[in-house]
Nanobody, 128 residues
Framework: QVQLVESGGGSVQAGGSLRLSCAASGYTYSHYCMGWFRQAPGKDREGVAAIDSAGSTSYADSVKGRFTISRDNAKNTLSLQMSSLKPEDTAMYYC??????????????????????WGQGTQVTVSS
């Protein structure tokens, strides 16, 4: 079955950096768009970044220029490099797989409804 396991969260001061990782298993990794979402207490889960099999990316406006998503199709891993972190980046971060796949691994519209498999989440806390 599909398994997504995140790691790399933690606590950091504003302006610092963290790198999140996600290990995927149970499916043909290169056939699926992958994404990172986050959810702060009392808020809806929101998309942070997505990447298709070829490496084309999309980002939420709030993280553009600060976060970088990447994937390694040979190792079935997904990463999120986060820099210039702000207190408002504090949230639980989730690795996610798109519902539908294809040989090209293209990304659907970057909304929660199009992603159907989730990891357990990793907490990121940014202090001011």
């Amino acid at each position: 079955q599909v398994q997504l396991v995140e790691s790399g969260g933690g606590s950091v001061q504003a302006g610092g950096s963290l790198r999140l990782s996600c290990a995927a298993s149970g499916y043909t990794y290169s056939h699926y768009c992958m994404g990172w979402f986050r959810q702060a207490p009392g808020k809806d889960r929101e998309g942070v970044a997505a990447i298709d099999s070829a490496g084309s990316t999309s980002y939420a406006d709030s993280v553009k220029g600060r976060f970088t998503i990447s994937r390694d199709n040979a190792k079935n891993t997904l990463s999120l490099q986060m820099s210039s972190l702000k207190p408002e980046d504090t949230a639980m971060y989730y690795c996610a797989r798109a519902f539908l796949g294809s040989s090209g691994g293209f990304c659907p519209a970057f909304i929660r409804a199009n992603f159907g498999y989730w990891g357990q989440g990793t907490q990121v806390t940014v202090s001011s």
